[in-house]
């Protein structure tokens, strides 16, 4: 894949839908990359993003488990779109928050990969998930709303 440099890729790659793929501290369980979709970008240049999981078990249990909406979990299918490689899910349960010039510092270090871009139906649905889930703080709900 093409390396584009820093300031094209904050300005061109980091918009809704678009999916990356990078090392998360914050995914304490595991210390292999994830895939996550930007689901939008603050005026206060932060980043919201999801992760996936191919664990889909776990988290249907999870879900079950703490009495979640079904609906904060989005199933998404590989496409030559998405650049995902199995069947995967969005958990939106958990929201992750990365300035732009953070993911632009993983992104020129070789550290962050443009993998694809989400269908816009899919998209909606995380953002339904979102907004349905009740572990999601109200303020990044407003916020993601205005998409």
């Known amino acids: 894949m093409i390396q584009f440099s820093g300031d094209f890729f904050v300005q061109h790659a980091l918009t ?10 914050s995914i304490i369980h595991s210390p292999l990359p994830h895939y996550h979709v930007i689901v939008k970008v ?11 999981t191919s664990r889909l078990e776990n988290k249907i249990r999870y879900i079950a488990v703490k009495k979640l909406p079904m609906s904060t979990l989005v199933f998404i299918n590989p496409d030559t779109d998405n650049g995902l490689t199995v069947e995967s899910a969005v958990n939106c349960n958990e929201i992750f928050q990365y300035s732009k010039e953070n993911l632009k510092t993983l992104y020129t270090s070789g550290d962050l990969k443009i993998k694809g871009q989400l269908q816009e139906a899919y998209l909606e649905q995380i953002i339904q998930g979102l907004i349905d889930s009740p572990l999601i703080e109200k303020e990044i709900k407003i916020q993601i709303k205005g998409i």
């Open 16 to 25: 809704p839908g678009t999916i990356l793929y990078f090392h998360n501290d």
């Open 42 to 52: 603050t005026d206060k240049e932060i980043v919201l993003l999801a992760s996936t």
